[in-house]
């Protein structure tokens, strides 16, 4: 017996230290489920809400991926669908919404008494209206990959709300010429947005006419014929298509310009008849155009769709727009090699964004992500995120919306046409560190008067705010590996009234 007790000793000692082993494999197994998990929920979507991270680990990260490619098979919540339902505006053809807009402005300017009060009310439920939707669908929907990419496009083809009639037409611009086309062919999303009346009269298209167009009218005045104008065509191959160095010179942004001329709309017609986009034939260049080493032979509107057609195929297109996918979802810095094969992917599939989407996700790449903190969440993703983590329910989008401007990104309020950066350069400095705790902060307490009614309402009704103040523990909960055990503990040595905040304040969160 005594001769055979080491062996059996050194056998348990075995056993034991392979139990240990496996146990930590397993850990670290979990850790690394839980890492992805809050990756695909972090980048394909505003964060995780309370039960997400169980539900995505249960179906699978492919399969989750999968859905979020689909949006289409996903249902919306019932409440939600009842809220976008009832914004009145939002839901109005383009020429009604403008239609009230003209008006409401001429009146105004005649100094009709109580017209510039009536403008401004109308204004103010545009576009609080215009915000609530955006924002509730980022903070409720489960259709989350197609939010980001609502909001990724719109930034790609930026229109500023704050320029003249583009107040009464962003709502439409995103609704029409956006959303439908955010997982499908980038060729539909480029025509959508240059035929879209707040593109073109944004970046001035709108007006652009042949030279001898111009000429033949005697007083252009508001809204005439003031000759060519290049701002979409240079916009369109800076930021929409090649890029920067796309290889195009100032020569092909003029004869780009000529190609677009006649491609406009008429206000008064999209008021009264609701007729947005139309070619004006007297309006274009019938010369032949010499662009991107090519004869454009004189065919009217039909220049324009083939100057469409080759931008959206050519490979410098699909090098810009693999970089800017790779650097919204990967690094601020992506990897060429993810890059080149993303690029490769868009020509194969002609411009399918969402297998380009499919395979920047299956990428290396993009899984060795989780739990890097790689990316900086910019003033949206974190105001949004935060609603999401803590389950926020609101009936006033207002703190919100004012939150987003003392960030430095209020929606829809980008003045120039390359939109708003995604990179940690553009968004983390002291200033900006503090308003966003401080938002936490109002946020985390219940401070934030998220469910009473505008002070400007037409019937003047208020209701009382119902402060909710969020949970700690549930908060932790609910971003799992996002905090991490050092921020946790010092959290924990907090005092009570201030550890939510400090979840939603915390570096850890602000990360993705």
Known sequence: MNVHFPIRHTLRSVILLLMSVCALQT?????????????VLNRLGYGPKPGDL???KQIGLDNYIEQQLHPE???LPPALSNRLAALDTINQPTGAVLAEFLSLRKEAQQNEEG???????????????TAEARLARAIDSPRQLEEVMVDFWYNHFNVFSGKGIDKALVASYERDAIRPYVLGSFRDLLGATARHPAMLFYLDNWLSTADNAAARSKNPGPGKPIGLNENYARELMELHTLGVDGGYSQADVTELARIFTGWTFNQRELASRDRGFYF???KHDNGEKQWLGRNIAAQGQAEGEIALDILAMHPATARHLSYQLAQYFVQDQPPAALVERLSRRYLETGGNIREVLRTLFNSREFIAQAGTGSKFKTPYQFIVSAARAGEVQFTNVRP??????????????????????????????PDALTRRITFANALASGRLPLNKTDDNAMDGARMPATPTVLDTGALLHTLGPAISATTRSTIENSPAGLRSAMVLGSPDFMQQ
């Open 27 to 39: 850990q670290a197994a979990t850790v690394a489920q839980d890492q992805q998990a809050l990756l």
């Open 54 to 56: 169980e539900r995505v």
């Open 73 to 75: 098979n996903i249902p």
């Open 115 to 129: 017209a510039k009060q009536q403008q401004r009310q109308f204004v103010t439920r545009l576009t609080d209206q």
């Open 280 to 282: 004006d034939p007297k």
């Open 400 to 429: 919100f919306m004012n939150a987003l401007n003392q960030l430095g990104m209020p929606l829809y309020g980008c003045q120039t046409p390359d939109g708003y950066k995604n990179t940690q350069g553009a968004w983390l400095n």
